[in-house]
């Protein structure tokens, strides 16, 4: 792939970074959104996040595995305690990696 | 992205100009096929469209700006300096350094999200896929959303959003994302007033 083709796939690619980050600021007050929608906006976020992370945990590959021989959901589930319990986000990140990485040789994956 | 075929100076070239993770590996099979460039860019588009979201929701916040600057505050977000910039909001709704707030942070997370993205490039071939290191990303994702998920709307859309998420995971150009979030909103929101009107 080192033909112009892919060149132009990386300008389009960023074309549409820009499209969809930079487009509400730049039409800025001329995009009008009623004020009921605007307020449930500030629910995205969360939802956003949640719907990242939960095909992270729950899918191995391409299938769904939501029995204990699937490490990733356990190992999540004890950073979120982790979390809630430190504040801490290294504590997550590394509690939570130290959880998947046992039970994954425990489990022998 | 190395690992399916692209050079490596074209996959930092992506990654520096794109900034979008996973658009960049949505969009990979389609060039590997030579698919048509507006194809690309359709599916580009579609797996971005939760930064319509966010831009639409920071928009009111950079209003007195100049459009230069707008766009570029547009484009250096993230789910990271999001969800950040929203807890902040939450906390202090007219913060008076709000803009520079979320400018030290989204340029931090670039150039950082850039570092890792080009070491990564760099040594695709070094790090086996088995050590599931990607793991660390999810897991800091978490802790972003557990301290949001403190009220009862947040969190009842938030498990919406997360089984519609699994459920519409097969779905082509990771279109369940943006249906997830639609749907996890909707269900907040309805949430949210009913807990007003009782």
Known sequence: MTEPYVWWAILGITLATFITRSGPHWLGERLRIPPTFDSALRFAPACALAAIIAPDLLFVGDSLVLTFENPRWMAGLAAAAVFAATRSMIATIVGGMAIFWLLKAWLGA | ?198
């Open chain 2, 1 to 198: 992205m190395v690992k399916s075929g692209l050079g490596v100076t074209e996959a930092i070239v992506l990654s520096l100009l794109a900034y979008a993770g996973s658009a960049q590996l949505a969009a990979l099979p389609l060039m590997a096929s030579f698919a048509p460039i507006w194809l690309v860019i359709v599916t580009a588009v579609i797996v971005n469209l939760r930064f319509v979201v966010y831009s639409v929701m920071a928009r009111s916040h950079f209003a007195g700006l100049s459009t230069t600057k707008r766009i570029w505050l547009g484009y250096l977000v993230g789910d990271i300096m999001f969800a950040r910039f929203s807890a902040l909001l939450e906390r202090e709704p007219n913060y008076p350094h709000r803009v520079a707030y979320y400018f030290g942070g989204a340029s931090c997370n670039w150039m950082w999200w850039q570092v890792s993205s080009i070491i990564g490039i760099l040594a695709a071939t070094a790090i086996p896929i088995s050590w599931g290191l990607e793991l660390a990303g999810t897991l800091t994702l978490i802790a972003l959303l557990v301290p949001l998920c403190r009220q009862w709307p947040v969190l009842a859309g938030a498990a919406v959003a997360a089984v519609t998420s699994v459920i519409a995971h097969g779905l082509p150009f990771r279109l369940g994302l943006p249906l997830a979030i639609l749907f996890g909103v909707a269900v907040a929101f309805v949430v949210d007033r009913r807990r007003m009107a009782a």
